[in-house]
């Protein structure tokens, strides 16, 4: 590859390697994933720089799925400079399902050029495929472009390792569009190499895709942060009934319509923070535990959602989720009530002593009810964790609270709040941190240079799930052992992501990214004269710019130890 990229300019090299990296496929959960990172690691390895140094390129089997593989590389700078950047991006994609008749030809740029130039449906694919500023396939804005970017980028600054004030590292991350497995398997990496080397992180650079926010938008957007996610689920178990005595009993998914009614889509449960795009909570999953047909109610349901972390903590996300939902029940227990009053009025029979109160309670808080029984909670949780050992991480989560349920002598109709795998906790700039100044300051420096030519806008949140979530950690003790406390399954035969070392490297992360339109979607594409030719460079400034002042600041502080 480095005798074919030699010859071309910096952009044509971009567009030479997106376009090899969109014809090798890696959707998530294949091979491909693998096959890719072995390419990447061989390509680097034939740059010159990494023929003189072999062992600044290498590989990390990803922890618990070792056919995954992290790739590193890393270019050290001029006197021993211990300043160093990460820029990083993941190389697997979604799927292709969505491409309907043009399935087969998903990775293949240049057919899908062709086939949207004669679509008559959508007017602006169409113009743009036309107009040759564009790249179609699947991955080619998310996120292969960001991986040629980021690759061109090496190239340069391993020939000019010599005038860096400081080191760079490129880490490639499989897994993103699922678990995060890759870049949460790479913390422990970044910290050996720091510990190795003695290096210290002043910034990460992810290159994932950004896209217009309206209609004839033309910003490009610099995100000097990344959202980040919780999974908050919901055991409800209600109380069975007969159809034929329906009333009398408590249907689990009435109850879930309900907390479904008043959390999706609810931009009041939104954090206002103005200029930035925040979304709701978007339920991703709702189902009772019914597997046949049959004429009970169903009393017990599964729910969990997509909610957004910006600069809320976890503690106070559940504290809030777990309000509504006591709305939601006390809501449901009146209507209830009332239905089953005015149905006597018709039947004339005695009224039952009845009630439709359900308790709401996390996680946590029923562990403890349950231990004050003398009910051994833990074993109740690894056993069941061990024995569905092989289902998904959410279902699994459900039969462990079931469980839990089950130990319950009164059977009480119940909602139970926790969260759910997986969490990608928020990182964004704190302005009492120095270093998150000096990296803010920067990206202003260079989204103010005219010689790019656009108009940049500078956000804090990048707006989808990211990679650079896990390079930092921003919530206290009290709030992390909140979240703890109420995930399941946690720790062991579950899921944990490695808090302590996160907090330890505490890396801020910004996404400067290749502009595009229609991700995930079957017309998925890159505008190539932005990202091709401006992008690489914007970063590249504000990399340099970085590490200059970053050195500065370094020799600063060395005089001052001096006197």
């Not at 472009?145 to 490639?172: K, T």
């Not at 996390?362 to 833990?378: G, H, P, R, V």
């Not at 759910?420 to 990182?427: A, K, L, Q, R």
């Not at 460079?537 to 500065?552: D, G, N, P, T, Y």
Request: hydrophobic share 35%; net charge negative.
């Amino acid at each position: 590859m480095y005798e074919t990229l030699k010859k071309l300019s910096p952009p044509q090299q971009v567009e030479h390697l997106t376009r090899a990296l969109v014809q090798m496929p890696s959707v998530n959960g294949t091979k491909g994933e693998t096959e890719k990172a072995k390419q990447i690691k061989q390509w680097i390895s034939e740059f010159p720089y990494f023929q003189r140094h072999p062992d600044d390129v290498w590989e990390q089997p990803v922890s618990g799925d070792e056919q995954k593989r992290n790739i590193f590389a890393l270019v050290k700078g001029r006197d021993e400079t211990k300043a160093t950047i990460i820029c990083h991006g993941h190389l697997d994609t979604v799927g292709v399902n969505d491409f309907g008749r043009l399935e087969r030809h998903a990775f293949d740029p240049d057919e899908l050029q062709w086939s949207f130039q004669n679509d008559d449906e959508n007017e602006e694919v169409r113009e743009d495929a036309r107009s040759g500023d564009w790249m179609f396939g699947r991955g080619a804005l998310d996120m292969q472009s960001g991986v040629a970017v980021h690759l061109v980028n090496l190239l340069d600054f391993s020939e000019n390792a010599h005038e860096l004030d400081g080191n760079i590292l490129m880490m490639f991350n499989p897994d993103e569009e699922s678990e995060h497995k890759g870049v949460i398997s790479a913390i422990s990496e970044l910290q050996r190499l720091r510990e190795a080397e003695n290096l210290d992180y002043v910034c990460a650079i992810n290159s994932d895709f950004i896209s217009p926010l309206f209609a004839g938008d033309d910003a490009k957007y610099l995100y000097t942060g990344a959202a980040g996610k919780l999974l908050p689920s919901f055991y409800i178990y209600g109380r069975e009934s007969h159809v034929g005595e329906t009333l009398k009993g408590i249907d689990s998914t009435y109850v879930a319509s309900e907390i479904n009614r008043r959390l999706s889509n609810n931009i009041d449960l939104t954090e206002p923070i103005e200029g930035e795009v925040v979304n709701p909570p978007s339920c991703l999953h709702q189902r009772d535990h019914k597997e046949a047909y049959n004429v009970q109610t169903a009393f017990k349901t599964f729910m969990y959602f997509n909610y957004f972390l910006y600069e809320e903590n976890p503690k106070s996300v559940l504290e809030k989720l777990k309000r509504e939902t006591r709305i939601a029940c006390d809501a449901v227990e009146k209507r209830l009530k009332v239905q089953y009053l005015k149905s006597l009025e018709t039947s004339k029979l005695p009224a039952s002593d009845l009630s439709w109160h359900l308790r709401v309670d996390t996680l946590e808080e029923f562990i403890q009810e349950l231990e004050n029984q003398n009910i051994d909670t833990q074993a109740i949780i690894e056993k069941v964790s061990e024995a569905n050992a092989d289902l998904d991480l959410r279902e699994r989560a459900f039969r462990i609270v079931d469980a839990l349920q089950q130990q319950d002598p009164q059977k009480n109709p119940r909602v139970v709040v926790f969260f759910s795998p997986p969490h990608c906790p928020h990182n964004y700039l704190q302005r009492s941190k120095d270093r998150d100044n000096l990296v803010l300051q920067a990206m202003r420096t260079v989204a103010e240079d005219d010689d790019f030519g656009e108009t940049f806008a500078i956000k804090r949140f990048f707006p989808f799930l990211s990679d650079s979530s896990y390079l930092n950690l921003h919530e206290t003790d009290e709030e992390l052992d909140s979240m703890i406390n109420n995930f399941v399954p946690w720790g062991k035969n579950g899921y944990s992501i490695p808090v302590k070392q996160i907090r330890s490297l505490s890396i801020p992360a910004v996404n400067m990214g290749v502009y595009g339109k229609d991700a995930h979607k079957w017309t998925e594409r890159v505008y190539k004269p932005y990202s091709f030719e401006v992008l690489p460079k914007l970063i590249r400034k504000f990399m340099r710019h970085v590490l200059r002042e970053q050195s500065a600041v370094s020799e600063e502080r060395k005089s001052l130890m001096h006197v």
